[in-house]
């Protein structure tokens, strides 16, 4: 079976660009959420969706945004890029969102560097 | 508010000695907890997860973790530690529903040959 892939792996982008990070979850697994993580902020929740539909947001400014596809793909997009972005955006993959204690399957990541 | 503590940054054992990783949580109901290790340039991966089964949970790769409710406490251990080990490692808590995760800060393992 085939893990969560993302793409790009590696990027570089230039302050006040946008740029747009793909996730494929696991076959049969319809709950997408993304991760940032940084040397000084550690991992942090950005959003989680789970039918197409938003279910958790993490505390980001609105620039951060995404979207599930009916294929359970989803694409994060981040807008007016601060050097400040610049992370490991990873995202992680789970059966189902109501379901107590689930475990969830991460990728290997999309680095994004801000100059 | 959902959070975990991991006591120490860098922790650095003799091929072969004990690995003890320090995670403390805070959760105004019972947790899931959950260990991942992540290598370099590598997403997360997971070692092990307690769910209210079994007070001690093994892992992959020899590892395994004890639950103290009433010390909040669910460490982590290997009895040996090999040169493959090094690596970072999370200690993470999720809340009944939902895949928001709260990820500790990581500890950083070397393991010296």
């Known amino acids: 079976k085939a893990g969560v892939t993302q793409t790009p792996r590696y990027l570089i982008k230039t302050r006040g660009q946008q740029v747009t990070l793909s996730c494929s979850p696991i076959?049969?697994?319809?709950?997408v959420s993304w991760y940032q993580q940084t040397p000084g902020q550690g991992l942090q929740f950005l959003f989680e969706?789970?039918?197409?539909?938003?279910?958790n947001k993490g505390n980001f400014p609105g620039r951060f945004s995404g979207r599930q596809f009916s294929n359970s793909r989803s694409e994060m997009n981040v807008s007016t890029l601060e050097l400040g972005d610049s992370a490991l955006y990873l995202c992680a993959s789970s059966p189902g969102w109501d379901s107590p204690g689930n475990t969830i399957y991460f990728g290997e990541g999309s680095w994004l560097t801000v100059v | 508010a959902q959070s975990v503590t991991q006591l120490g940054s860098h922790v650095s054992v003799s091929e072969g000695a004990l690995v003890l990783l320090r995670c403390n949580y805070s959760s105004s109901v019972p947790p899931y907890l959950f260990w991942y290790v992540q290598y370099p340039n590598q997403g997360l991966q997971l070692l092990l997860k307690?769910?209210?089964?079994?007070?001690l949970v093994k892992g992959i790769n020899g590892f395994e973790a004890e639950f103290k409710k009433s010390e909040t406490s669910f460490h982590l251990t290997k009895p040996s530690a090999h040169m493959s080990d090094a690596a970072e490692y999370f200690c993470?808590?999720?809340?009944?529903?939902?895949?928001?995760?709260?990820f500790g800060t990581g500890t950083s393992l070397t393991v010296i040959p």
């Open positions: 993470a808590v999720t809340l009944n529903t939902g895949n928001q995760f709260y």
């Open positions: 307690y769910t209210t089964w079994a007070t």
């Open positions: 076959s049969g697994h319809r709950s």
């Open positions: 969706y789970f039918s197409e539909t938003q279910r």
